[in-house]
């Protein structure tokens, strides 16, 4: 609620805490560090510790609250193990979770394989599903009111061809975002969704997409260019402040206007 806070606190994350998956490289770490620098305290994981420890330093470095472990989100027993660092960092309780760990798979349906389908499935939505689970109690002993926002993609919303089951997790992370979102809003618990087009990290340099393809899919985005993480991340650290505590089961596209076109 924000009622009876000044303009600065409906617009800060003083002394809040959260969980970013993903958070040594692209969309994960600009969360990280927007978060952060609006003064949360946060953990954050990936499978690559030397990659980790370089990022904690940095952070360290600017002044930054961070924290890092290893996880690899597609693993159960990994999740179980990173919540319990998260319940011992943060005293029992977690203020945001965002779900933003996530790869992609550039392949034609026809020709996806079982396992592709099963580490898609696992990486992206099961790890989405099974951490707000975990996270739920922590979220419940947040005396503010909690905050989760998925990382899902405008794949979720439009056909886009060789992405079939990366679009699938994506578009069962914006419904899951809705369903949470109602289960959850008697709990003070608040879920939202980023849908991104195209941004510029990894994911999308990836030399196994086809160039004619990302030559078209450009000449339909309105504003010509693909997004910067940091456009991707500042619009969650506005769904996580109180400044948004009316917003719930939202899907948002941050997008250059691809989706409108
Ligand atoms: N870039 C885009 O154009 C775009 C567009 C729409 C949506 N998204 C979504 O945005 C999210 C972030 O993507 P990004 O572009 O920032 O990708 P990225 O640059 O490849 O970064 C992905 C991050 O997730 C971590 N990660 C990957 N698999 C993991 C696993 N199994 N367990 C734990 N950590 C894992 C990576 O570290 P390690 O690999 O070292 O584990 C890295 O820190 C994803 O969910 C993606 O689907 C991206």
Redesign the pocket.
Same mark, same amino acid.
């Given at each position: 609620m924000v009622a009876g806070k000044t303009r600065e606190e409906r617009w800060s994350l003083a002394g809040v805490t959260a969980l970013v998956?993903?958070?040594?490289? &692209?969309?994960?770490h600009a969360i990280v560090e927007e978060l952060a620098e609006f003064g949360a305290r946060v953990h954050t994981?990936?499978? +690559?510790a030397a990659?980790l420890e370089a990022c904690r330093q940095r952070w360290e470095e600017k002044g930054l609250q961070v924290t890092v472990s290893v996880?690899?989100?597609?693993v159960p027993a990994d999740r179980e193990s990173l919540m319990a660092t998260v319940k011992a960092n943060f005293g029992g309780k977690l203020d945001i979770l965002v779900n933003?760990? &996530?790869?992609?798979l550039f392949k034609l349906a026809a020709e996806s394989t079982s396992d592709d389908y099963t580490r898609i499935m696992a990486? +992206?939505l099961e790890s989405c599903f099974h951490l707000s689970q975990l996270a739920h109690p922590l979220l419940l002993a947040s005396g503010i009111g909690g905050s989760v926002v998925h990382?899902?993609?405008?794949a979720g919303f439009i056909g886009l061809p060789a992405l079939a089951i990366y679009s699938m997790t994506k578009g069962a992370m914006n419904q899951l975002t809705r369903s949470l979102a109602t289960e959850w809003a008697h709990d003070g618990i608040r879920v939202n969704c980023i849908a991104?087009?195209?941004?510029k990290?990894?994911?999308?340099s990836d030399k196994t997409i086809d160039p004619e393809l990302v030559k078209k899919e450009m000449a339909r985005v309105p504003m010509g260019r693909?997004a910067e993480?940091e456009e991707v991340a500042s619009m969650v650290a506005f769904l996580c402040m109180p400044a948004a505590s009316y917003m719930t089961g939202q899907v948002i596209c941050i997008d250059g206007g691809r989706t409108i076109t």
């Open positions: 998956t993903g958070g040594s490289k &692209g969309i994960g994981c990936s499978r +690559n990659e996880c690899d989100v597609s933003n760990a &996530g790869q992609s990486t +992206n990382i899902s993609s405008i991104p087009g195209g941004v990290t990894d994911i999308s693909i993480p």
